[in-house]
């Protein structure tokens, strides 16, 4: 993605529709509001993201501080990658505390495991790497604006790695939770899967949060992708 940052907006014009067309993309508009501190890279992700369909910029800052002054409620938040991993997490603390906002979305170079986990286990639902495409951007600017999360590979190979394969006990019920949850279906859909109330699954969820020792929706599915379920 870095490298494509600096190429014109024609060539992320033909990149994104290289990508080819999804059925799945929300017929609403995804608003994401930009926090990235390099000027190029800045107007880099700018290009990219007016070039992606039903997904608009409403707003775009230079410092992490100016983020939760500026979202608003709904909109996605996308931390460039000139944005040190302090101020990142500080940026979603800040933002999480200030506004209820659909999802946030951090691109980080040279993504490490102990970069990665701190990020996941703050809140952020997508993370990418030096490696991710504008493909990836834009399936993860739709997943955190549904509130699902979506790691580009790099990320999950990193997780993966770190994650322990020891096999849990789990209920029935938990068990039938699980495969659709790494599919990284919502809460709401979820429920209607199974015929259950929302608060139901909750539950579920946060029983299975405890026996795996995860903090956030993210790391659970990278473990539950590394268990095999």
Do not use: W
Not at 18 to 34: P, S, T, Y
Not at 120 to 139: F, N, P, V
Request: net charge positive; glycine share 6%.
């Amino acid at each position: 993605m870095l490298q494509e940052l600096g190429r014109s907006s024609s060539s992320f014009m033909q990149n994104t529709i290289a990508g080819g067309n999804d059925n799945g993309r929300k017929e609403l508009a995804v608003q994401v509001v930009i926090v990235e501190a390099h000027v190029l890279l800045r107007e880099g992700l700018q290009q990219m993201i007016r070039c992606l369909p039903q997904i608009r910029i409403s707003a775009c800052v230079s410092q992490a501080q100016e983020a939760s002054e500026t979202i608003k409620p709904g909109d996605v938040l996308v931390i460039g990658s000139s944005i040190g991993v302090g101020d990142c997490l500080e940026c979603i603390r800040e933002t999480r505390k200030a506004q209820t906002i659909s999802g946030i979305v951090v691109i980080q170079q040279q993504l490490r495991p102990e970069t990665a986990f701190p990020l996941i286990k703050s809140g952020a639902q997508g993370l990418l790497s030096e490696k991710a495409s504008c493909r990836d951007l834009e399936l993860a600017l739709i997943a955190a604006a549904s509130g699902n999360t979506f790691l580009d590979q790099r990320a999950r190979e990193i997780l993966n790695d770190r994650v322990s394969h020891v096999p849990l006990h789990f209920t029935k019920r938990e068990l039938q939770v699980l495969p659709l949850l790494r599919l990284g279906l919502s809460n709401i859909h979820i429920a209607q899967r199974l015929s259950l109330k929302e608060k139901t699954v909750e539950k579920h969820l946060t029983h299975i949060y405890e026996k795996l020792q995860t903090r956030s929706r993210a790391e659970t599915i990278v473990r539950i992708q590394a268990l095999q379920f």
